[in-house]
Structure formats: C-alpha cells, structure tokens
C-alpha cells in the first residue's frame, strides 16, 4: 500500500464517520489474529534490489489491545 492509497482509506474513514476523527489500529497474524494500537510513524531511505533510494513509511506497534474483532477479520478476508 502506497502513503496516498493510506491517506484516501482515512480520508474515506473520517468522512463516514460524520468528518469526526477516527482511532488507527494495525491488525496482525490472520490465523490468531490481534489487534495493536500504532505507537508512531517514521520515513526512512533505503536502497532497493535495483540500488536505487526509496523512502519507506514504518509504523510501530504499540500496545497489543486483544483479539481482533470479528467483523474486521471478516472484512480483511481472515
């Protein structure tokens, strides 16, 4: 997934939430799958199989919340 594809996800998620803001959350291990809350967000520049520079957004994990909700899992295809 690409940052603008990220961004018109929230954008969408935000808009059907009446324009109020919304709680992000990562999903994990579809198999058992759990629920973490995002602890931050960094850039990096790394060189890629063709040695070229591209910059990559990685978000941390942060606090392991439970379970995955079973309709999340459903709507992700798990």
Do not use: C, H
């Amino acid at each position: 997934m690409t940052a603008k594809e990220l961004i018109e996800e929230l954008e969408y998620a935000i808009s059907v939430n009446g324009g109020d803001d919304v709680e992000v959350r990562t999903a994990q291990q579809p198999q058992w799958a759990f629920e973490y809350t995002i602890d931050q967000a960094i850039t990096v520049e790394v060189e890629n199989d063709d040695e070229q520079k591209e910059k990559i957004v990685y978000l941390g994990e942060g606090s392991q919340l439970g379970y995955l909700n079973e309709l999340a899992s459903s709507e992700l295809g798990w």
